[in-house]
């Protein structure tokens, strides 16, 4: 364990944890104020870098594991399409959310927005942090006689 | 609870009402849940399943809008033209089948190759891209909104980079052709894009048939006319058409074999039919400005690639490139199909599609069997290999054929047809007589790289020292399945002939604006 650069140490555990509840609130508050699921995403995924680039990139990957990151990936789109597909299965057209609540159509489409907002949210927290493990986990340039 | 009153009465969607989507939807769903899943044995099953669900429900969509008009299903209930549409209609039915089709033969032969050519651990989230590919070619097809054309165009082009560096792991030259490939790729989708924009600065909209109407109600305006020039370069590059090809030889040699058959029978098409559908629906054929560039760049470019692309692959030593550098040639015979613009000719070229499709599918898919037995697709490795594997070489034949366009395979008809729309043209326009001879000529040149080919697998000595079994049979079934259906549509010329020309005259009757013509799929 290196122990220099500790300011920053002390800074990024107390952030961590208030950026991950923003990033939430962003997501969840996103349909009365400005927000909705690719900017929570990215919010999310800016608390796993910035703990990958002050602790190290191997401690980030033991907080969340590659291999959740690429599931979180496809269950993100899952739960998108998921919902399009339990619409259909009520009877409506794809994505078509007053199947959710027919009577009271308004609250419908408000609910099915939050699921695949989700859904977004899942997704794009995968991609920015599945970007930057693949960039920041480069193995160094190729040597010339690889080609 | 006071607005209940306000609720409108809703119909119930049943199954059938929902085809049109469940096309992309269904292998779209399969992407990620191969990758969730996440297991090398399940991803190969998953993907087929899909696919072939995807196949049946195409041809049930062809068989209901053979007879003209089309099916709307429009996503999240917002009604077009404000939200997004899809539409059926007997031009894009017959290249949604043709997509489908290709994608389920292939995916019994990749099962093979990709063992054999991809590393291991990356199975299934290969098979969750090829999934995304399919999903992006399909539904670049089945959209009747410009801006979703976009995005699904994007979406089959980002998985395909990532498929053809996968042959990085047998070339590390797959890495290059991949980038070079992504930056054409991505300059294409961009001028699409500025097209798209300048439309919809122009007119307001994005959905296809709307476009259709209010450009034609506004007249050629300049941010329409530069608007069609950007689409029709961004779309020329994704068709490879001469001289925007330069990407497409290098991606279909050094990708993994399997995709290669998958691309060179789906890709190139599905862009051709976004840049018809441009020409033709969203913009009228007598937009003056649409004719000029037909005749005028389309003509002679499509008949330049006939030539120097058959020409440079009668030199090649490389059976995948020979077939790559074919591929851009016989785009061009598509391409002069549009631009002789008249009914045989969209025929012919609507029809060489397919045939075009599955020829070369088979030739590639001979490329790959060749290339797991004997490990590379130079001509010095695999001469004389016909005589080992005769069941192969055998199908290559056929689809060799049907490349030149010998009477009694598929390739025939189609040239029959181009020839055919010259000639009718050439009553009004003597000059459409050279085209026609250019047709034949070109042909010819044809002959000679299928000829090189055979003389490489067939009179050439074989290394009797290595010995080359029989490709798998689950390579053999696919290859003579196409094979077969090679042989098939060239002698029972009329049912491809039906669909293709139906296509046609839809295309050539201009948009059908926002509401005529609806079929109702659940009473047909």
């Known amino acids: 364990m290196i122990f220099h650069h500790l300011i920053l140490r002390v800074v990024t555990k107390l952030l961590v944890g208030t950026i991950v509840l923003f990033a939430l609130y962003v997501q969840f508050h996103g349909d009365f104020s400005p927000g909705g699921g690719f900017q929570a995403g990215v919010i999310m995924s800016v608390a796993f870098i910035l703990y990958g680039i002050v602790f190290s990139l191997e401690s980030a990957k033991k907080v969340f594991p590659e291999w959740v990151v690429h599931k979180l990936l496809a269950l993100g789109v899952l739960i998108y399409a998921g919902t399009g597909v339990a619409t259909m299965l009520l009877g409506y057209d794809f994505l078509d959310y007053d199947a959710f609540s027919p009577l009271h159509p308004t609250h419908g489409q408000h609910w099915g927005l939050l699921v695949i907002e989700f859904g977004v949210g899942v997704t794009v927290t995968g991609v920015m942090v599945a970007i930057y493990y693949a960039f920041a986990g480069r193995p160094p340039s190729m040597s010339d006689e690889e080609w | ?91 894009n039915a017959f290249v949604l089948t043709l997509i489908s089709m290709i994608g389920a033969v292939v995916l019994p032969f990749a099962y093979t190759s990709v063992k054999d050519e991809i590393r291991t651990r990356d199975h299934s989230l290969f098979y969750a891209c090829w999934m995304l590919c399919f999903t992006g070619l399909l539904g670049m097809v089945a959209t009747g909104d410009a801006f979703n054309v976009f995005v699904f165009l994007e979406i089959s082009s980002l998985s395909t980079y990532v498929l053809v560096a996968q042959g990085a792991s047998k070339d590390r030259r797959a890495l290059t052709a991949a980038y070079d490939y992504l930056i054409m790729g991505t300059i294409g989708a961009t001028f699409f894009v500025i097209g798209l924009g300048m439309l919809y600065m122009a007119t307001g909209t994005l959905n296809m048939a709307d476009l259709a109407d209010r450009i034609s109600d506004q007249g050629a305006n300049r941010t329409v006319r530069s608007g069609f020039a950007f689409i ?269 020309n139906q296509a046609a005259l839809n295309l050539l009757g201009g948009s059908m604006g926002m509401s005529d013509s609806v079929l109702n799929l659940g009473t047909n």
């Open chain 2, 1 to 91: 609870m006071a607005n209940i009153a306000h609720v409108a009465e809703h119909t119930t969607r049943s199954l059938i009402d929902h085809l049109p989507l469940l096309q992309v939807l269904v292998p779209f769903c399969a992407a990620p849940i191969i990758v969730l899943i996440g297991s090398r044995r399940l991803a190969w099953p998953l993907a087929f399943i899909s696919s072939v669900i995807s196949l049946i429900i195409s041809i049930i969509l062809m068989l209901s809008v053979r007879e003209g008009g089309y099916i709307t299903y429009s996503l999240g209930g917002w009604a077009p033209p404000l939200g997004i549409e899809y539409r059926i209609d007997a031009t």
């Open chain 2, 232 to 500: 029709i370069v961004g779309m020329g590059l994704k068709v490879a058409m001469f001289p925007l090809h330069l990407w497409l030889p290098k991606a279909y040699t050094f990708a993994p074999s399997a995709v290669t058959v998958f691309l060179s029978a789906t890709a190139t098409k599905a862009a051709l039919y976004v840049l018809m559908r441009f020409v033709f629906s969203v913009y009228h054929p007598d937009f003056a400005f649409a004719k000029n560039t037909l005749e005028i760049i389309f003509l002679p470019l499509a008949i330049i690639a006939m030539f120097s692309a058959s020409i440079v692959a009668a030199f090649q030593i490389n059976f995948k490139k020979m077939l790559a550098y074919s591929s851009i040639a016989q785009v061009g015979y598509m391409l002069l199909g549009i631009a002789i613009l008249n009914e045989t000719g969209l025929t012919a070229s609507l029809l060489h599609m397919f045939n075009h499709g599955f020829a070369k599918a088979l030739l590639f898919m001979g490329a790959g069997a060749l290339v797991l037995r004997t490990g590379s697709s130079f001509y010095l490795q695999i001469s004389g290999v016909g005589r080992k594997m005769p069941i192969t070489a055998g199908a290559i034949v056929i689809g060799g054929l049907s490349l030149i366009g010998v009477p009694g395979t598929a390739g025939f008809l189609s040239k029959w047809l181009l020839i055919q729309a010259a000639l009718e043209r050439s009553s009004d326009n003597s000059l459409y007589l050279l085209v026609a001879l250019s047709v034949v000529l070109s042909s010819l040149l044809a002959v000679i790289y299928v000829w090189r080919l055979f003389e490489v697998l067939f009179l050439r000595e074989p290394d009797l020292s290595i010995p080359i079994s029989e490709a798998p049979v689950m390579m053999i079934i696919p290859m003579w399945i196409l094979a077969g259906s090679c042989v098939w549509f060239g002698f029972s010329t009329d049912l491809l002939y039906d669909f293709a």
